[in-house]
């Protein structure tokens, strides 16, 4: 059961990062939304979410913005509510993968699997950098002469 989940986190985080380029709201609403789907089967499956000091930090950064948007402190409030839903996410995904990945065989194939996309996607970007004339894949126009300038961009967290 465990393995299985794992793979659907694994499919999650790919999905981000093959979409990430994509101009929109939509790429981070889908993985938001396998991210939040991820920690609700854990929840339903009543598996054991671990403790701990990486946990109270998650929580405790959903916190403060929640906080903030209650008390009426941020100064831009859909802003402040794209933030505490990414930061949800992330806390979700970290606690389904920190519940799926408790047996070594399934931690070591998952993190196996993100280092061989991880390595794949690297040598992807290097030829397309040399030979997309500013495409994504070689098939969505980026408006940039170079992939990689789009590339940069969602890295910053640009849209």
Request: include cysteine; proline fraction near 2%.
């Given at each position: 059961?465990?393995?299985?989940?794992?793979d659907?986190?694994?499919?999650?985080l790919?999905?981000?990062?093959?979409?990430?380029?994509?101009p929109?709201?939509?790429?981070?609403?889908?993985?938001?939304v396998?991210a939040?789907?991820?920690?609700?089967w854990?929840?339903?499956?009543?598996?054991?979410i671990?403790g701990?000091?990486?946990?109270?930090?998650?929580?405790?950064?959903?916190a403060?913005?929640?906080g903030?948007f209650?008390a009426g402190?941020?100064v831009?409030?859909?802003?402040?509510?794209?933030?505490v839903?990414?930061?949800?996410?992330?806390?979700?995904?970290?606690l389904a993968a920190?519940?799926?990945?408790?047996?070594?065989?399934?931690?070591?194939?998952?993190?196996?699997?993100?280092?061989?996309?991880g390595?794949?996607?690297?040598?992807?970007?290097?030829?397309q950098?040399?030979?997309?004339?500013?495409?994504?894949?070689w098939l969505?126009?980026?408006?940039?002469?170079?992939?990689a300038?789009?590339?940069?961009r969602c890295?910053?967290g640009?849209?």
């Amino acid at each position: 059961m465990n393995r299985g989940l794992a793979d659907a986190i694994t499919a999650v985080l790919v999905l981000g990062i093959l979409t990430c380029w994509a101009p929109g709201y939509w790429p981070v609403a889908l993985v938001q939304v396998g991210a939040f789907a991820a920690l609700g089967w854990v929840l339903v499956t009543r598996q054991p979410i671990g403790g701990g000091w990486a946990v109270v930090a998650l929580i405790g950064t959903v916190a403060w913005g929640l906080g903030q948007f209650v008390a009426g402190a941020t100064v831009y409030r859909l802003e402040t509510g794209k933030s505490v839903l990414y930061w949800a996410a992330n806390a979700s995904i970290f606690l389904a993968a920190r519940t799926a990945c408790t047996a070594t065989v399934t931690r070591n194939r998952f993190l196996r699997g993100l280092l061989w996309f991880g390595s794949l996607v690297s040598l992807l970007v290097v030829v397309q950098y040399f030979t997309s004339q500013g495409k994504v894949f070689w098939l969505f126009a980026t408006g940039e002469t170079q992939v990689a300038t789009s590339a940069a961009r969602c890295a910053s967290g640009e849209r």
